[in-house]
């Protein structure tokens, strides 16, 4: 991680857990005005140009030799644990987690505070250690029963082990909360996705339409909504979603491959062959897109009498 991302995390680390913190970044730019307004006034430049001649306020005021040190300006200083705490939500690997694990292990936090710095280390765990992701987020929610992100992410794990009825559960506690805007859209997505692979089409378009209302610009929320309208045959609304969702992530095959698979599904192999080179491109090593390519390349050859019999005329 760079210096700019890291003090960028160290930043938003403090402006979550110290409000004296966050108050300092409402005070200084009013005492910063309030110091450059009275240098403005006690000290301003000699005007000699169009302007007009120099007045007596520009005139260099009489500087007294100095007879005493400065007294010296009192700092803040950040308490150890809560540079722990900065360090846990840095999010740099193995570092951030042992310094959450150094602030639980500590026990010089509590309440909310404690409940998040479980769910960090759940969350920087879920993908390598899902039980003891699953064990951090449970006791989260322990100290928090209501804390959104510990349910998100909970509920997260779950799905993986395709119990979407316990994700449900859930996901249906985060969204009816007077959750902050962001974690009620991973709510609504994830609740969306969980209808979804349960088939109840209608509800997954519900969540997901408002997911994407809170969040448009989230590429994966559009994968899921397409795939929704996909098993609904609203096959034009589809093709829009997984075109929205190349145009957020153009480096992710996915949207094309989902869109080659409508495009052959509606009888349109040429179109859908122009997708899966573009897939191919974006993956050249993926054995599944080259077999997919060259299976549709098989088949429009050999629906094209001018490639298959290049030395003969088309029939008439």
Same mark, same amino acid.
């Given at each position: 991680?760079?210096?700019?991302? %890291?003090?960028?995390?160290? @930043?938003?680390? /403090?402006?979550?857990?110290?409000?004296?913190?966050?108050?300092?970044?409402?005070?200084?730019?009013?005492?910063?005005?309030? #110091?450059?307004?009275?240098?403005?006034?006690?000290?301003?430049?000699?005007?000699?140009?169009?302007?007009?001649?120099?007045?007596?306020?520009?005139? *260099?005021?009489?500087?007294?030799?100095?007879?005493?040190?400065?007294?010296?300006?009192?700092?803040?200083?950040?308490?150890?644990?809560?540079?722990?705490?900065?360090?846990?939500?840095?999010? =740099?690997?193995?570092?951030?987690?042992?310094?959450?694990?150094?602030?639980?292990?500590?026990?010089?936090?509590?309440?909310? =505070?404690?409940?998040?710095?479980?769910?960090? !280390?759940?969350?920087?765990?879920?993908?390598?250690?899902?039980?003891?992701?699953?064990?951090?987020?449970?006791?989260?929610?322990?100290?928090? *029963?209501?804390?959104?992100?510990?349910?998100?992410? %909970?509920?997260?794990?779950?799905?993986?082990?395709?119990?979407?009825?316990?994700? #449900?559960?859930?996901?249906?506690?985060?969204?009816?909360?007077?959750? *902050?805007?962001?974690?009620?859209?991973?709510?609504?997505?994830?609740?969306?996705?969980? @209808?979804?692979? #349960?088939?109840?089409?209608?509800?997954? /378009?519900?969540?997901?339409?408002?997911?994407? !209302?809170?969040?448009?610009?989230?590429?994966?929320?559009?994968?899921? =909504?397409?795939?929704?309208?996909?098993?609904?045959?609203?096959?034009?609304?589809?093709?829009?979603?997984?075109?929205?969702?190349?145009?957020?992530? *153009?480096?992710?095959? =996915?949207?094309?491959?989902?869109?080659?698979?409508?495009?052959?599904?509606?009888?349109?192999?040429?179109?859908? /062959?122009?997708?899966?080179?573009?897939?191919?491109? #974006?993956?050249?090593?993926?054995?599944?897109?080259?077999?997919? %390519?060259? %299976?549709?390349?098989?088949?429009?050859?050999?629906?094209?009498?001018?490639?298959?019999?290049p030395g003969e005329p088309p029939p008439t």
């Amino acid at each position: 991680m760079n210096i700019t991302a %890291r003090i960028a995390a160290l @930043h938003g680390a /403090l402006w979550s857990i110290d409000p004296w913190y966050r108050w300092s970044w409402y005070a200084w730019p009013i005492a910063m005005a309030v #110091l450059v307004t009275g240098w403005i006034l006690m000290s301003k430049p000699a005007n000699t140009g169009a302007w007009g001649s120099t007045g007596s306020w520009a005139k *260099p005021i009489a500087q007294k030799p100095a007879t005493s040190q400065a007294t010296p300006v009192k700092t803040t200083t950040i308490n150890p644990v809560d540079l722990e705490v900065m360090s846990c939500f840095a999010n =740099r690997g193995e570092a951030s987690e042992s310094a959450c694990t150094r602030v639980i292990d500590g026990g010089k936090i509590s309440g909310s =505070r404690l409940a998040s710095v479980y769910t960090q !280390r759940g969350f920087m765990q879920r993908d390598k250690q899902p039980d003891s992701a699953m064990s951090d987020f449970n006791a989260a929610l322990k100290i928090q *029963p209501d804390y959104a992100a510990a349910l998100n992410d %909970r509920a997260w794990i779950y799905m993986t082990r395709g119990d979407y009825d316990a994700a #449900l559960q859930d996901l249906n506690k985060s969204v009816g909360m007077p959750t *902050p805007w962001g974690p009620a859209a991973v709510a609504y997505y994830y609740r969306g996705f969980a @209808h979804l692979r #349960l088939k109840d089409y209608a509800k997954a /378009l519900t969540d997901l339409n408002e997911a994407i !209302r809170r969040q448009p610009n989230s590429s994966d929320y559009y994968l899921a =909504r397409g795939e929704a309208q996909q098993a609904q045959e609203s096959y034009d609304a589809a093709l829009r979603d997984f075109d929205e969702f190349s145009k957020r992530a *153009p480096k992710d095959p =996915r949207g094309l491959l989902a869109r080659a698979v409508i495009l052959e599904t509606t009888g349109k192999p040429r179109d859908a /062959l122009v997708a899966l080179e573009s897939a191919a491109t #974006l993956v050249p090593d993926n054995d599944f897109v080259k077999s997919e %390519r060259d %299976r549709l390349r098989g088949q429009v050859n050999d629906k094209d009498p001018a490639k298959s019999n290049p030395g003969e005329p088309p029939p008439t």
